[in-house]
């Protein structure tokens, strides 16, 4: 792996400890947890990590083979679907192994490449990588405050 590649990986997958360390102390009655007058739970956001994380390894990384129905996404709000512990647990796992997979295919000089989204403009791929950085590290800050605080 190149330089860069190995520091930008290395930051991504520590600031995720904040959301992984939740993960392992999670009960299924936690899921439903949210804090009215706010429509999102603590499963809304597990799965909504995972769809952002395949997101961008389709959409901002390039890799086709993975085939996302970003649900979170499309509804903008939370179903109440999201209510079965090994199923987010197994999503979250295979979004973190396919980011990180073709994350680690990355050049020093594909990180300065220019790639645009609708959802945040054009950015180098290095700058992307930062949104889902602090994506996750947000939503998780909010699954923290849910979980001690929510009913």
Not at 47 to 66: T, Y
Not at 79 to 94: K, N, R
Not at 126 to 141: D, K, N, Q
Request: no cysteine.
């Amino acid at each position: 792996m190149q330089p860069q590649t190995e520091t930008l990986l290395a930051l991504w997958i520590e600031a995720r400890t904040r959301f992984t360390n939740q993960l392992t102390k999670l009960i299924e009655a936690d899921l439903q947890k949210r804090l009215p007058p706010s429509p999102n739970s603590v499963g809304f956001l597990i799965r909504h990590i995972g769809d952002v994380e395949l997101l961008f390894a389709k959409n901002v990384f390039g890799d086709s083979s993975i085939k996302v129905s970003a649900q979170t996404v499309i509804a903008q709000k939370d179903t109440g679907e999201w209510i079965h512990l090994e199923e987010l647990l197994s999503y979250v796992a295979h979004s973190f192994s396919a980011l990180e997979t073709i994350v680690k295919t990355q050049t020093d000089a594909d990180w300065n490449s220019i790639i645009t989204t609708k959802e945040f403009g054009t950015k180098t791929k290095a700058e992307a990588f930062g949104r889902i950085v602090s994506h996750t590290a947000y939503h998780a800050g909010q699954m923290a405050i849910l979980v001690k605080y929510g009913m």
